[in-house]
């Protein structure tokens, strides 16, 4: 079946440093979104692309969709201890409508 | 903080029993999506309701049904519970759009364990 895969799957860095998890997808997705998990929290959305190529910038947060629709980035420039937890992609299942297939997660720590 | 609560927030139970999990939707959202989430893993989709019926399911077993209310709320029920059934049981809500997955908004989850 469809499978959403991330590397790496754990990320420390030193507070100050860049992060960047990738997401592939087995298929082409119509759209990707990105979720962030705090310890002992729930995913919250952050961004959802949908166009081949598509950048958007959240302050220190890039997010790319690659030009085939089959993978996808999250970059955090200079990292802080606030963005510690694990952050996830998910993508369109098909099939079933609201069928959303995450990966695994990258699971930031940042050493302040 | 999202509007979607989800009661309780921890569980425990043995095997072969039968559990039902509760979620309020956020106001002004009219389906909700139920996902398990073991440990070290990423979400995965168990079903969706929409309009009081599943619009559509995951790769999971009959035993694991829901419903949805009137008012949105929803339950999700899982029969003969077995030792792997353990995990965060996750409520999302969402505005349904036939051409893209709309935003989900999360609960805090139920914290399921099977003893």
């Known amino acids: 079946g469809q499978q959403v895969m991330q590397i790496p799957q754990y990320q420390h860095v030193q507070e100050g440093e860049d992060f960047t998890t990738y997401c592939n997808s087995s298929?082409?997705?119509?759209?990707i979104q990105w979720y962030k998990q705090r310890p002992g929290g729930h995913p919250v959305f952050l961004i959802q692309?949908?166009?081949?190529?598509e950048v958007k910038k959240q302050k220190r947060l890039t997010f790319q969709f690659g030009e085939a629709k089959k993978n996808s980035s999250l970059h955090i420039t200079a990292t802080q201890t606030t963005d510690v937890g694990t952050y996830f992609c998910?993508?369109?299942?098909?099939?079933?409508?609201?069928?959303?297939?995450f990966g695994k997660g990258t699971k930031l720590s940042v050493k302040p | 903080e999202t509007g979607v609560t989800q009661s309780p927030t921890h569980l425990i139970k043995t095997r072969g029993q039968q559990v039902t999990l509760r979620c309020s939707s956020q106001?002004?959202?009219?389906?909700v999506s139920w996902y398990q989430q073991a440990l070290g893993q990423g979400p995965q989709f168990i079903f969706q309701y929409y309009r009081e019926e599943e619009n559509g399911r995951g790769n999971f077993p009959p035993r694991f049904s829901g419903l949805q209310f009137p008012n949105y709320s929803s339950e999700l029920n899982v029969n003969a519970l077995e030792l792997d059934d353990s995990a965060l049981y996750l409520c999302?809500?969402?505005?349904?759009?036939?051409?893209?997955?709309?935003?989900?908004?999360f609960g805090s989850g139920t914290q399921l364990s099977v003893l």
């Open positions: 999302a809500s969402s505005t349904w759009d036939r051409a893209v997955n709309e935003k989900l908004f």
């Open positions: 298929t082409t997705l119509s759209n």
């Open positions: 692309l949908v166009k081949s190529g």
């Open positions: 106001s002004g959202h009219n389906t």
């Open positions: 998910a993508g369109d299942g098909g099939g079933s409508q609201g069928n959303l297939i």
